[in-house]
């Protein structure tokens, strides 16, 4: 049934000419990579601190959840389970590693359903969220790259991550010190979960050319990835609150400058600090490989919630003090 959709979708692309995949093509890259990040930064850094921790919290624990199901299913994608599911465009660049579930509509619903909890008072925003969501997950359909399953479980899964960490949030607060408990227990678990996923046996299927369909390093390296997320928000996120404790700027100009530079040092680190620290890991060994990618959304996760903010507060005690002086 799930194949028999995409056909359908596939057929009314070519019946069209292709004339919306671009769109769809452009809607599902905007929740992905860069545009994400800069999207949770700038919520965080000059409109509402609370609110984007709990986007950059849902990103990172929500993108480990995806993954543990992902690699636990070892779904393969739908060209590959149909031979007539030819994918639009390209988005089979950014469609790698298993199918079931999104990490596309992850990441999606991380980002847009938790600003659409924030942001609940406001009607249209909220439903503009939701909305997003879905033009995602049916830009994953009719783009021939996900199924119907892949989508929904993705989206059901984030919500509740979403639900857990607002929870926990609130028991957090509850009482002093268990952030530390937070941290710690989080940390224990990206551990175990790497463990896990690292020694596990995954299927090694060949294409007719043979190559791997899909390689299990590849997935195990996403996994580190996923890591690297959440352990990058946990150790940033303890820091910020217990060493930082910046507050966004208040004047427009202020936050728009201070959106700019921030973007603008955030591409420099990873281009001068993650990318080569990455490369030369991966010369070492295929173990150095998957720790220079969790070292590497380590460092731009940690830059994100501690090392910029930091960077802001010091700068806003400058300016402040340069006032006093005149």
Not at 31 to 45: E, K, P, S
Not at 63 to 84: H, S
Not at 165 to 175: C, F, I, S, T, V
Request: include cysteine; aromatic fraction near 14%.
């Amino acid at each position: 049934m799930d194949i028999q959709y995409l056909l359908w979708l596939q057929e009314l692309r070519n019946a069209t000419g292709g004339a919306m995949d671009a769109f769809f093509e452009f809607i599902s890259d905007f929740v992905h990579g860069t545009y994400a990040y800069l999207m949770m930064a700038a919520i965080y850094w000059c409109i509402d601190k609370k609110a984007g921790i709990m986007i950059a919290m849902n990103v990172g624990f929500g993108n480990v959840a995806n993954q543990t199901l992902k690699n636990i299913c070892c779904v393969y994608r739908p060209w590959i389970r149909d031979a007539r599911i030819v994918p639009a465009g390209n988005s089979m660049q950014t469609a790698t590693g298993y199918s079931f579930p999104s990490g596309h509509t992850q990441l999606a619903t991380a980002e847009f359903g938790t600003i659409a909890v924030w942001q609940r008072r406001r009607k249209w925003l909220a439903t503009l969220c939701v909305v997003m969501i879905m033009l995602v997950m049916f830009s994953r359909n009719y783009l021939g790259v996900h199924t119907p399953q892949d989508v929904i479980v993705s989206c059901a899964l984030c919500s509740l991550v979403i639900f857990a960490d607002y929870r926990l949030m609130r028991w957090m607060e509850a009482k002093q010190n268990r952030d530390l408990l937070v941290l710690g227990a989080g940390l224990v678990i990206c551990a175990i979960y790497l463990v896990f996923f690292t020694l596990k046996s995954y299927p090694v299927d060949y294409a007719v050319d043979g190559s791997i369909l899909v390689d299990p390093a590849k997935m195990i390296t996403d996994c580190y990835s996923a890591a690297g997320c959440a352990v990058g928000f946990l150790i940033g996120w303890i820091l910020e609150r217990r060493l930082v404790k910046f507050e966004p700027m208040q004047k427009v100009w202020q936050k728009m400058i201070c959106f700019i530079a921030g973007a603008v040092l955030l591409a420099l680190v990873m281009k001068a600090v993650c990318e080569p620290l990455y490369a030369a890991m991966k010369e070492i060994s295929m173990m150095g490989s998957y720790f220079g990618k969790m070292l590497y959304y380590i460092i731009a996760y940690v830059f994100i919630m501690a090392g910029f903010p930091a960077l802001m507060k010091l700068v806003n005690k400058f300016y402040q003090r340069k006032r006093t002086e005149k």
